[in-house]
């Protein structure tokens, strides 16, 4: 038997994301998808009798693992979409049932795909037996238990198909899982960055299991470092709307203080509109309660007005962790923190994620931040600054892997090396005629002279107090530097004079 098969030959169902599904009985004709709302808005108030399955559907990828499941277990004949459409995935699912994928397996009408291991047969079987019902407009509990009731009267428990088996055919892995902590990465811009992102966490991630029980490749404290922004979108990120990542709206849903009812937390609620939990305060050894007031907070307001204040202050952050709600919630904020800082007069700021998918969520997670940064920015009069992303457990799904791999191939791997001044300053490196010594003299950016000399006869022993001085942040530097340094000693054994940055040959004369 294979992983997840029975003895009859059958695989437990759901075939995918079981432990997030509300599993009813699996014989029934209808399934109910709350997309962001929470499932128990539905459960709590429909007979478990009455469903097969009820389950969300936060991104257009998600369709695709419906469709493999209901494949699986052939007895759905309708869907009822009710709940709050946050990334207007509900429009995917519409859009596909409405006219189908084309020969590149996307969508017609939008940007998003379906898996190219379900095929267009089966895509055309499922569209073929089974019926969406759009309520996502109503919200109506009442309009939904008729529905619900109505469609189990009309429609016999009969399967539509033979069962079909879509899993993925299981590739080796390959990676580095070195136990390294911290990574550090940065970019140009948000595009650039997040490819050196996908590309860390697929090369040095460790494989392990997830609170999905599906499988994930992931690193710990990530930190990634975003200096600017792109003159324009490049064309090939899947970021247009009706895409996997429809960027737009996701920022303005970042934005919006208001909450849909059944939904756990937005963003932008928990930024604009927080409620503050009532506070013990200890006082000496006598406890008194302190109750902050009752009114919603807008965090923001509140930090661009101490910003005003005092741009040097260390006490502008925003934090969307509810400590009385989300230590117990299943569903709890992966983004739990900004804080902004100005450093030579410009406002940086530091996301802080608890848990980030480097692949599904960075990306319009990173758009959305940086407009945050740009709206503070402007309405403290604040230069813009580079903005700072630190994941605390950065990890790609296993089911995201070979797309993360292609974006890495075609946009990173054979890339040629921008060489950028390394902002920690460089290094004029000569030979003591005299003493043979071989003199390395850090410089600032702004061309003075730091305080740091390195003299040394041997290369080696001179590198190595180098790469201890942590002078040089940029990997292509430090190899410029080594090879510059070994080309010093060689020319001057030789009785040669050595002029850095000239080559090996050019600008290379006897000694007088």
Partial sequence: MTDGQKQDGTRHWPLFFAEQLAIGDERNPVSIVTLWSRKDSVTERVDKASYSVVGNLYTA?????????????????????????????????????????????????TNAFVHGAIGKDNVELFRRNVTVHD??????????????????????????????YIVEEEKPVEGLDTGDMAFRISGSCI????????????????????????????????????????EALPSWLPVEE?????????IDKFFSAEKP?????????????????????????????????????????????????????????????????????????????????VKEGRLHQTATFRSHDIYGGWLLNAYALRELQRRVSKN?????????????????????????????????????????QDKRGYFLINVDADTGEIVVKHMRNDSRESK????????????????????????????????????ARCLFDQGRKFVQDAGDMSGVKKQD
């Fill in 61 to 109: 990828d998600g369709v695709s693992y419906m469709i493999r499941n209901i494949l699986a277990n052939p007895y759905t004949r309708h869907i009822i979409l009710f709940g709050a459409d946050m990334m207007k995935t509900g429009d995917v699912l519409t859009c596909l049932m409405e006219k189908g994928i084309d020969e590149d397996n996307r969508i017609r009408s």
């Fill in 135 to 164: 309520l996502r407009h109503c919200q109506d509990m009442a309009k939904l238990q008729e529905l619900v009731v109505r469609l189990n009267a009309e429609e016999s428990r009969t399967a539509f198909a033979e069962p079909k």
């Fill in 191 to 230: 595009s650039e960055t997040w490819v050196k992102a996908l590309d860390t966490v697929l090369k040095f991630g460790e494989i392990k299991g997830t609170d999905y029980k599906i499988q994930s490749k992931e690193v710990l404290d990530l930190v990634s470092v975003i200096e600017g922004d792109e």
């Fill in 242 to 250: 009706g895409g996997m990542m429809d960027k737009q709206t996701y």
């Fill in 261 to 341: 009812a059944n939904v756990d937390y937005t963003y932008g609620n928990r930024l604009f509109a927080m409620k503050p939990p009532s506070t013990e305060y200890l006082h000496g050894s006598r406890p008194f309660a302190c109750s902050l007031p009752r009114g919603m907070i807008n965090q923001i307001d509140v930090i661009e007005e101490k910003l005003r204040k005092d741009p040097l202050t260390r006490r502008a952050i925003a934090v969307t962790w509810n400590r009385e709600k989300d230590i117990y919630s299943e569903n709890p904020p992966c983004f739990i923190e900004a804080v902004w800082s």
């Fill in 380 to 420: 403290t009069e604040i230069p813009l600054g580079s903005m700072v992303i630190l994941s605390i457990s950065a990890h790609i799904y296993k089911n995201n892997w070979q797309e993360a791999e292609k974006i890495v191939e075609g946009h990173y791997a054979n890339r040629s090396v921008n060489v950028v």
């Fill in 452 to 487: 740091y000399v390195f003299k040394d006869k041997d290369p080696e022993r001179l590198l190595k107090r180098l790469a201890n001085e942590n002078l040089i942040s940029d990997p292509y530097h430090a190899m410029y530097v080594g090879k510059e340094v070994q080309r």
